[in-house]
Structures are given as structure tokens and as C-alpha cells.
């Protein structure tokens, strides 16, 4: 294994260093062998009780050193300057065998931290599970994400608004660098670490920053490009984070922290799923916006070492361009348009068609490509007749908008009810539903025989109209 701890070699403040705490009984429910073989990691899983011990967090990774990550972060708009890993460690980095790219390694769940804040340091089994779903199904679908490694059931219980079993997950990510690390130092005026940030943080990310004469603003400007890309991938799958704090604010542009997240079942621009959110700052259509100004944070950050805010404004500006850029490419060839100068006004036709009859987001965007090649109608109104229209003025018309439609809109989401079954059944010992759910989600734009119940949108008793976070 080509294991490497190279944020261990950062200063002291960076982090703490921890010991993870030793699960009862842990039993592995799930390891993601092709992610271990991309990563090197194949051989651990020549001992399974040893895999099981290494990520219930039972036994240290050979080679690895453990570590709570220090972060601060705005937390539904207000700062709140230490908050830092307080059920989470980092065991290791590896280095990915075929192009050298570094990837962390992190438990989550193992246990108190000094930034645990009055927590018990544990996930339930039902965080575990869902992230494990979320971010094997967000891979498949082509969206930046942090991935899932290993789920494991410790074998003792947690107590939430009940008691349930509790559990571990492994997760992947390219960094676990946040918006909310670079505040952490900013708040506290520490400059020599947050130069030293930055400065690891281009080195791991975005090393073509170096070569330019202000490396910062280069540093800056990629991540807004990062960020602009991964929202328009959320916005056009209809998937609504739930979270957007600035400490799940990835740096890399990706996917970070599975909580309170959902898909959108019936379309609506204001959809709020998650219990904490009370007053809708992170609905699904709010979510560019809070992305952008999670970007100021973070150029405020940046301000302290080179106070040229003309700059910043200017990078910071071309995130809605770009966002809208991204956005309507992946819009156009949901709806299998060639590029045209009136995509947007029909993308917002559709849309609003969506809304103001309660359609299924995702579900719509299959019935209207299998329409193409049916003599019914798919009943979309007069959206449905100005589409046609501009299909039959496409290279290859109906046929190949059909195929390109079909490429690209998912049969398989992870709908809420379908994860709560998971879990549901899981917390009673029962995986099995759970394993089938990652089969079926593990091809999405396919009907795998046997699965096709996985397609399928809520009935009115099944609907989820709340998710909660772990802790």
C-alpha cells in the first residue's frame, strides 16, 4: 500500500492527533472492492477480520497516522470559529497507483475528539448507510464526490431521538480541505498557517496555480470554476445538499458531507428536505447563490494575504456565468437539444411545466425521451409541442435525441423512501435491502431485471418530506 501522511507534516495546529475508540462487535457490512483496487488498497482484504478491525476503528491502519482535522465555518450564516472533526478522523492518505494522485482516508464515527463539542463521537448505522448509497450513486452519475470505502456495524448503541445501532463509514475524498479550514486561520489572524494553506492546498489541487504570477488569485479562480461546475451537476440531477455550510465546503469541488440531502421526487424550486433548515436557506433552488457567497468567505480568507479585492470581486463574479454555462449544457442534453440560442427559455418551460403540475423530476425526463419513440403523447403540454418542434429542426431529429436523452437521465436515484427502507430494514439486522439498493443504484441508466421497483417515485404513504442530520 503506497501510504502517505503528508497533512501530519503540517503544523500542530492544523489538527490533533487522536487514537480511535474500539468498537464492541463490529461487523462489516459493505466494502467497496473496486474503489480498493483503483486506490492499491486490495490487499487489506486478504484478512477480514483485520478490514473489520482497521475500519470500525478498532486497530490503527498500518502505516497510517490519525488525526481530527482542526476547521471553523459559517453554520446556516453565522460563524462559529472552531468546529473541526468531532466524530471523524483521518487514518491515512494514499497515493492512487496509476497517476499518484493523493486521496484521503477518513473514518467517520469512530469516536470522540477534542472537537467533539459535548458529542458522543459515534454515527448511527443510518448516516452510514445513507452516505454509502449517496456517494456511490453520485460517482455513477458523474458528479465530483467524495466516495465510500467500507460500512461497518459496531455492535453497540448510540442513542438519538432513540436508540439505534451504531456505525462507521469510510470515506474517500481527494481532501478534506473546506472553505471553513481556511477560516479557521483567518479568524484567528494566523497568517504563516494560512499562507502555509494555501500554499499545500495548490501543491495538492491546483498545482497549475503555482506557475502564475499570483498564485492566490489563481488558486481562487479554480475553485470557483470547481464550485460552478459541481452545482450545475446538483441542479440538474435535482439533488438538494441540505448543508451548504462553509465547512462542507469543499475546496476540491466536490460532493462533502451526506447529511440531510435528498432528490427531489416532485419538482419544486423551493424544496427544503432537511429538518434543520428551517427557514429554506439552503432549498434546492437557493443553492447556486449560497455556493457564490460561500466563495466570498473564502475570499475574504485570501484578502489577508493579498488584498487585492478588485481581483476577487471580479473572480467571484464569474461564478453565475459559468454555473449558468455548465447548467444549461447538461440541461440541454437532458432534453436532447442540440446547442441553440433559446435553450434556456425552453429549459425553463419544461420547468415551470414541472411545478405547476406536481411532475416527477426525474422520473418526467424518461417519460418524455420514451415518447419519441411511442405513438402517445407524453402529455407535457405546450412545452411538449415547441420541443418537437425543435428536434424536428436537429441533425437526426427524434432518433438521436431519444439515444442522447436516454444516455443521460437516470432510471435509479436514491429516493428517499428507498434509503429509508435501507435503513429501516438495517437497523433490525437486515442488509439485504440495503445491498440491493447500491446494485441497482450502481447502474442507473439502466433497468436492471429484478430492480425495476427501484425506479419507481414514492406512493403517497412512502413519501419522505424530512431528512435529518447524523449527529
Not at 140 to 161: C, F, H, Q
Request: net charge negative; proline share 5%; hydrophobic share 40%.
Amino acid at each position: 500500500m503506497n501510504l502517505s501522511n503528508s497533512y501530519a507534516e503540517l503544523p500542530g495546529d492544523f489538527y490533533t492527533r487522536i487514537e480511535t475508540e474500539r468498537a464492541p462487535s463490529p461487523l462489516l457490512i459493505a466494502w467497496n472492492k473496486e474503489l480498493a483496487e483503483e486506490l492499491g488498497l486490495q490487499a487489506l482484504a486478504g484478512d477480514r477480520d483485520q478490514l473489520t478491525r482497521i475500519f470500525s476503528g478498532s486497530e490503527p491502519l498500518p502505516g497510517g497516522q490519525t488525526l481530527a482535522l482542526a476547521y471553523a465555518g459559517h453554520q446556516f450564516g453565522h460563524f462559529v470559529p472552531q468546529l473541526g472533526d468531532g466524530r471523524a478522523a483521518l487514518i491515512a492518505e494514499v497515493m492512487r497507483p496509476q497517476d499518484g494522485r493523493r486521496f484521503d482516508i477518513q473514518l467517520k464515527g469512530s469516536g470522540q475528539t477534542p472537537y467533539s463539542r459535548r458529542g458522543d463521537g459515534k454515527s448511527s448505522l443510518g448516516p452510514v448507510i445513507r452516505e454509502y448509497l449517496l456517494s456511490e450513486a453520485m460517482h455513477r452519475l458523474g458528479v465530483p464526490t467524495t466516495r465510500a470505502l467500507a460500512a461497518v456495524v459496531t455492535g453497540e448503541t448510540v442513542y438519538r431521538d432513540s436508540e439505534e445501532p451504531g456505525g462507521v463509514l469510510t470515506r474517500v475524498a481527494a481532501s478534506h480541505i473546506r472553505v471553513g479550514t481556511f477560516q479557521y486561520f483567518a479568524a484567528r489572524q494566523n497568517l504563516d498557517a494560512l499562507n502555509r494553506l494555501a500554499d499545500y492546498t495548490i501543491r495538492r489541487h491546483y498545482p497549475q496555480a503555482a506557475e502564475q504570477s499570483k498564485p492566490l488569485q489563481a488558486l481562487f479562480a479554480a475553485v470557483v470554476g470547481a464550485q460552478a461546475r459541481l452545482i450545475a451537476h446538483w441542479m440538474a440531477l435535482g439533488f438538494i445538499h441540505g448543508v451548504m455550510n462553509t465547512d462542507n465546503s469543499a475546496i476540491s469541488g466536490e460532493t462533502l458531507d451526506y447529511g440531510p440531502c435528498a432528490f427531489l421526487d416532485e419538482f419544486h424550486l423551493d424544496k427544503v428536505f432537511s429538518s434543520i433548515d428551517q427557514y429554506g436557506r439552503y432549498a434546492y433552488g437557493q443553492q447556486a447563490s449560497i455556493a457564490q457567497w460561500n466563495l466570498a468567505r473564502f475570499a475574504e480568507c485570501l484578502l489577508l494575504l493579498d488584498d487585492d479585492q478588485a481581483a476577487y470581486e471580479r473572480m467571484l463574479a464569474e461564478f453565475h456565468p459559468a454555473y449558468s454555462g455548465h447548467y444549461l449544457a447538461l440541461m440541454s442534453e437532458k432534453l436532447g437539444l442540440d446547442e441553440h440560442p433559446d435553450n434556456a427559455e425552453l429549459i425553463a418551460a419544461w420547468l415551470n411545466h414541472l411545478q405547476a403540475h406536481g411532475l416527477d423530476y426525474s422520473q418526467s425526463f424518461i417519460q418524455l425521451g420514451e415518447s419519441l419513440s411511442s405513438s402517445l403523447s407524453g402529455s407535457f403540454g405546450p412545452f411538449e409541442k415547441q420541443w418537437l418542434q425543435r428536434l424536428g429542426q436537429q441533425a437526426g431529429g427524434r432518433q438521436k435525441a431519444a439515444e442522447r436523452m436516454a444516455a443521460v437521465n437516470p432510471r435509479v436515484i436514491p429516493r428517499n423512501h428507498q434509503v429509508a427502507r435501507a435503513i429501516e430494514a438495517a437497523f433490525s439486522g437486515d442488509y439485504s435491502v440495503f445491498t440491493e439498493l447500491h446494485q441497482a443504484l450502481s447502474e442507473p441508466f439502466s433497468l436492471q431485471p429484478g430492480l425495476e421497483h427501484y425506479t419507481e417515485p414514492p406512493q403517497a404513504h412512502e413519501r419522505v418530506r424530512v431528512t435529518f442530520c447524523g449527529t
